[in-house]
């Protein structure tokens, strides 16, 4: 979830009710219980074991609505708001700058620096998590962060942007679903919202589609070449529009019958490599 608009921030304040939500909550429990089926029984263990440590009240404290935490602490951490994305330029690509030169991290992650992108906080959390020096309170925010933004991170929205604050600048008309008023919550909400009625549901149906060869291909690369195929994901399809208005058009889409069952597709397996690219992660750092 990309918050900029008063609007959006307001709506992010009221909590889950507001429309424009990350992956919305959905699509990031999605993520985390495909996880959860590819762990081995140790990172299960462990797993569980760190988060029956955790007292936080932000979420419910099972590890599906853990996924979300990120999006709620956010609320009342701005510092941590550019850490959920990366803003690679559709016509000018660069990660280098998209990722503010890739700061070195401060001493514990979880405190900055703040213009940090989220290949980098997934790299540094996943560092931090691994590490038995970690503290044990820094440990639960790496987890916490980390299972969060590796979600973000295969947002297409989340990994490109065309002056139009990944997506939100583009209104649509008519929205597909009569709920979401932009293209960027159309991909974080809606388009999960389409593909089952709970997250449970989706990632079951999602999971039987994952085979052997699947686990194998989506384990190779890391942070940077996973947000760059989420860019190429993104500027292939989802911006696959008769117009691209930035910022400064303030324009409205309208999204084909095509583009929804394109755009289904593409957020399924989107989730699908998150939560196998999320165990893989959590199996080597636990
Ligand atoms: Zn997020």
Not at 5 to 22: E, H, I, M, V
Not at 24 to 43: E, F, N, Q
Not at 264 to 281: C, F, S, Y
Request: glycine letters at 8%; one cysteine or more; a negative charge.
């Amino acid at each position: 979830m990309r918050l900029f608009t008063a609007f959006g921030f307001a709506a992010a304040l009221l909590g889950s009710a507001g429309p424009a939500l990350a992956w919305g909550d959905l699509g990031h429990k999605v993520t985390a219980l495909i996880a959860y089926r590819h762990l081995t029984p140790k990172a299960r263990t462990a797993l569980d074991a760190l988060l029956a440590a955790d007292n936080d009240s932000l979420t419910p404290p099972d590890f599906a609505s853990r996924a979300t935490w990120a999006d709620k602490y956010r609320n009342g951490h701005r510092e941590t708001a550019e850490w959920h994305f990366v803003d690679i330029e559709l016509d000018h690509p660069d990660l280098q700058t998209a990722c503010f030169g890739f700061p070195t991290a401060s001493q514990r992650a979880s405190a900055g620096p703040a213009q940090d992108c989220v290949v980098d906080k997934v790299e540094e959390f996943e560092r931090e998590l691994a590490s038995p020096s970690t503290p044990p309170s820094e440990r639960l925010l790496a987890l916490k962060f980390l299972i969060h933004f590796i979600g973000d991170l295969h947002q297409p929205l989340h990994a490109s942007d065309h002056m139009d604050r990944g997506g939100n600048c583009i209104g649509l008309s008519p929205s597909p679903d009569g709920r979401d008023s932009n293209l960027h919550a159309y991909w974080d909400t809606g388009v999960v919202l389409a593909l089952g009625g709970s997250a449970n549901e989706i990632a079951a149906k999602l999971d039987a589609q994952i085979g052997p060869a699947d686990i194998a291909a989506w384990g190779r690369g890391e942070a940077k070449s996973w947000a760059m195929e989420s860019f190429l994901l993104s500027r292939k399809d989802v911006y696959a529009l008769a117009a691209k208005p930035t910022c400064n058009d303030r324009g409205f889409v309208g999204l084909s019958a095509a583009y929804q069952v394109t755009a289904q597709r593409d957020a399924a397996k989107q989730l699908e490599k998150a939560g196998v690219r999320m165990a893989i992660l959590l199996n080597r750092a636990l």
